[in-house]
């Protein structure tokens, strides 16, 4: 099929959980043998270049258009005095329009795939240029994680502001989940709750972050000591709550219990301030994702807000790296506590399941192979490229 996506950032480089969703699709759907033509929004904060392009999707037609989607103050407040969701207004642009609509008309696509939600606000302007199906791939469920920050936020004007968009990103995502004729829903979590408020009829299929297992090497043997890892972009607010609170309530009961332990931090928006005292050194944004958590005894993931799937989860069980996690981190994962991940959600129980996978090495062992092979047999590419075309030739029938 020739096939349309339509991203709301750049996909290249692949360092967070958003660009490598996008990123595996794509592979996904070239390797299929699909003809694929990707209109992309080149941001401030996802910048594209072509030369970041990798050389295996080189193939592939990219076209870009610039668009500016940094909040301000000015935007918020005006915001105020209409029924839109500030969050998905962002993302709309006339000019971007105006190319998307040229480039629909010139080519005859057999299938729009829209690449999450904030894709979606060129929907009604796809539907008039094209008969074509339109797919919406979603990587989280967006007006969740507005509503579980609202809930943990403190100031009460922020969180009354906070709510209101969250209320608005709410009526907004359910109605254009709704409007597709589609769904790719990340996760059977996410795709259960969509069920929830779409149409009977519509089809959601799950399809998860798939991956290339020869890609993750196994790790045979974890590193000696005590080392403490977390790799994610603090531009996201989840991380950033889910890094402070790690610092604050759990590195001191650690540190206690195992004064030779250190934390490392890495990821987008990190500082590369090196040692930051009580052994946590925060090393920046980390060129080889899989070399960092290599060099780990245990990946931590803090977080208390957000939706979806946490790709950085699976990359870790993959590579043989166990995973201390809170419950909400791991909720669109099939794992089980103390089988295949350590779940706590207080702080004295995370530092527990830290200290104890770093002093028993039959339960890290017993851990780490369980998780493996739960990737192997949920998340595999070869498996997950058979549903994704079985799905896509039921739709284009």
Do not use: C
């Amino acid at each position: 099929m020739k096939i349309l996506s339509v991203l709301s950032k750049s996909p290249f480089p692949a360092h967070d959980g958003g660009t490598l969703a996008s990123t595996s699709l794509l592979r996904l759907l070239q390797k299929n043998g699909h003809d694929l033509t990707v209109f992309v929004f080149s941001t401030d904060k996802h910048p594209f270049r072509a030369a970041r392009i990798p050389p295996d999707l080189a193939s592939i037609d990219f076209v870009p258009a610039s668009l500016n989607t940094l909040p301000d103050i000015r935007g918020g407040f005006l915001n105020l005095f209409s029924r839109n969701s500030y969050h998905l207004q962002r993302f709309y642009d006339a000019e971007a329009a105006y190319a998307l609509g040229e480039l629909i008309e010139d080519r005859p696509f057999d299938l729009i795939l829209l690449d999450g939600l904030f894709s979606a606000p060129y929907l009604p302007l796809i539907r008039r240029e094209t008969a074509a199906p339109i797919v919406l791939r979603t990587h989280n469920i967006e007006h969740e994680i507005w509503k579980r920050y609202s809930d943990d936020t403190a100031s009460l004007i922020r969180k009354m502001y906070i709510r209101l968009q969250a209320r608005r990103l709410s009526r907004e995502e359910k109605s254009i989940l709704s409007e597709v004729d589609a769904i790719l829903a990340i996760s059977e979590r996410d795709a259960r709750i969509i069920r929830t408020f779409t149409p009977k009829d519509l089809p959601v299929e799950v399809l998860p972050f798939a991956m290339d297992m020869s890609e993750y090497e196994w790790t045979e043997q974890l590193k000696e000591g005590q080392k403490i890892g977390h790799i994610g972009a603090m531009d996201w607010l989840p991380n950033r709550e889910g890094i402070n609170w790690l610092k604050k309530e759990v590195w001191p009961r650690i540190r206690e219990q195992a004064p030779d332990a250190e934390l490392l931090l890495a990821g987008r928006g990190m500082a590369a301030s090196g040692q930051t005292g009580a052994g946590i050194k925060e090393l920046g944004e980390a060129e080889d994702a899989r070399a960092f958590m290599r060099g780990l005894n245990v990946f931590v993931v803090p977080l208390f807000s957000g939706s979806g799937l946490r790709i950085k989860i699976l990359e870790a069980m993959a590579l043989g790296i166990p995973v201390v996690a809170t419950a909400m981190a791991a909720e669109a994962i099939d794992a089980r506590n103390g089988q295949e991940i350590m779940l706590a959600d207080r702080a004295e129980d995370f530092a527990d399941a830290v200290l104890r996978i770093g002093r028993d090495g039959s339960l890290a062992e017993q851990i780490r192979r369980q998780a493996r092979l739960l990737v192997e047999r949920q998340y595999a590419a070869q498996t997950l490229g058979l549903r994704l075309e079985k799905f896509l030739n039921k739709l284009n029938a």
